[in-house]
């Protein structure tokens, strides 16, 4: 969605992690309010966390040598991955 908008690079991994502790800090009161946080998601939610905000500061430099048009295939081809992903977990269930 956001490189529809003209985003990429650093820009586009800024605005993607922001509205992604956004989105879990929503995710958060609102569970928290239906009562659904158990301890081992309380402590097992700070170490995704962090893997997930380290993430965009380990490829930076990565990302910066990129073309604008190298970088929308590599997105895609992640975007991809996870949705064959989702697909496998979801027939293997």
């Known amino acids: 969605m956001f490189t529809r908008y003209g985003l990429s690079g650093g820009g586009f991994l800024g605005f993607e992690a922001a ?3 956004l ?3 929503a995710k958060l009161a609102t ?3 239906a009562g659904a946080l158990t301890s ?3 402590t097992r939610g700070p170490v995704i966390g962090i893997a997930l905000m380290a993430g965009p500061f380990f490829v930076r430099g990565t990302v910066r040598r990129l073309n604008p048009r190298r970088y929308a295939s590599l997105i895609d081809v992640v ?3 996870a949705t064959a992903g ?3 977990a979801l ?3």
């Open 23 to 25: 989105l879990y800090a």
């Open 79 to 81: 975007l991809v991955a």
């Open 31 to 33: 569970f928290g309010q």
């Open 86 to 88: 989702m697909f496998i």
């Open 40 to 42: 081992s998601v309380v």
């Open 19 to 21: 509205s992604a502790l």
């Open 91 to 93: 027939v293997a269930r």
